[in-house]
């Protein structure tokens, strides 16, 4: 699981796929199911955690 959400935030900040294309791309058929687990290990949704990195990105 811990290589699924990794992936995912790969995914999540270098592209800008829909949080269901990231989902199933990772393994989840659910985006609901991928979120919940997502935050689970984050701390944060994938699109806050998108919109985190992405700030990040641009003030570097």
């Known amino acids: ?3 699924k959400i990794r992936k ?4 999540l900040s270098t592209t800008n796929n829909t949080i269901t294309v990231v ?3 990772v393994g989840f ?3 609901l199911a991928f979120s919940k687990v997502f935050k ?3 701390q944060s949704s ?3 955690y998108r919109k985190q990195a992405t700030e ?5």
């Open 23 to 25: 989902a199933n791309s």
């Open 1 to 3: 699981m811990k290589l």
């Open 46 to 48: 994938p699109s806050s």
């Open 29 to 31: 058929n659910d985006s």
């Open 8 to 11: 995912a935030k790969k995914l």
């Open 56 to 60: 990040t990105h641009l003030s570097n």
């Open 40 to 42: 689970q290990y984050t």
